[in-house]
């Protein structure tokens, strides 16, 4: 077995602890202060001894870093899940005029676009509640300002619901793209 001069050993174990990100617990103090008195009464020591029970100790400190790294990003994932409205809809809404089709828009932060071949209308204010997604828009149709309440509910990638209006309610039928 190779011994090696205590100076070579204990500046190797120096470089080892000052590499380290954060301090070493209780135990590893503990642990280096036996090897530094084993030093100091012998004069000589083992370097694979001390190699072994460093590297066992960065990887063990490896590890659970590693870990809580690992539980954050789960919490942080199941935190704030996102609504199940959240996304891009091909729609068909039946009106007193006729079916009309259409891509909306829904984001997270609740704002949205309802896309059409007559042009676009930002939507704000829309409230997710579970599977529900309501919101109010208020548009021109043809010189005549026009308010109309959504409500809806989303199972999978389907998205059911009606427009409350002056006219009665109108049916949307949505799939997610």
């Known amino acids: 077995m190779k011994v090696v001069h205590k100076h070579r050993v204990?500046?190797?174990?120096?470089?080892?602890?000052?590499?380290?990100?954060?301090?070493?617990?209780?135990?590893?103090?503990?642990?280096?202060?036996?090897?530094?008195?084993?030093?100091?009464?012998?004069?000589?020591?083992?370097?694979?001894?001390?190699?072994?029970?460093?590297?066992?100790?960065?990887?063990?400190?490896?590890?659970?870093?590693?870990?809580?790294?690992?539980?954050?990003?789960?919490?942080?994932?199941?935190?704030?899940?996102?609504?199940?409205?959240?996304?891009?809809?091909?729609?068909?809404?039946?009106?007193?005029?006729?079916?009309?089709?259409?891509?909306?828009?829904?984001?997270?932060?609740?704002?949205g676009i309802m896309g059409s071949d007559q042009g676009d209308q930002a939507i704000e204010g829309i409230m997710f509640d579970g599977n529900s997604v309501a919101f109010n828009v208020d548009f021109d149709a043809g010189g005549q300002s026009l308010s109309l309440s959504f409500s809806g509910t989303v199972e999978g990638d389907s998205l059911d619901g009606e427009f409350d209006s002056d006219f009665g309610a109108i049916p949307v039928n949505g799939t997610r793209q």
């Open 10 to 111: 204990f500046n190797s174990v120096a470089r080892e602890i000052i590499s380290l990100s954060t301090p070493l617990p209780r135990q590893y103090r503990a642990d280096g202060k036996r090897l530094f008195h084993e030093l100091q009464n012998t004069g000589n020591i083992h370097q694979s001894n001390v190699q072994f029970e460093l590297e066992e100790k960065i990887v063990i400190k490896l590890i659970r870093n590693l870990s809580c790294v690992a539980i954050m990003a789960l919490l942080a994932s199941c935190a704030a899940p996102g609504s199940p409205g959240v996304g891009v809809w091909d729609v068909s809404i039946v009106t007193p005029v006729g079916e009309q089709g259409g891509t909306w828009t829904i984001n997270a932060d609740g704002t």
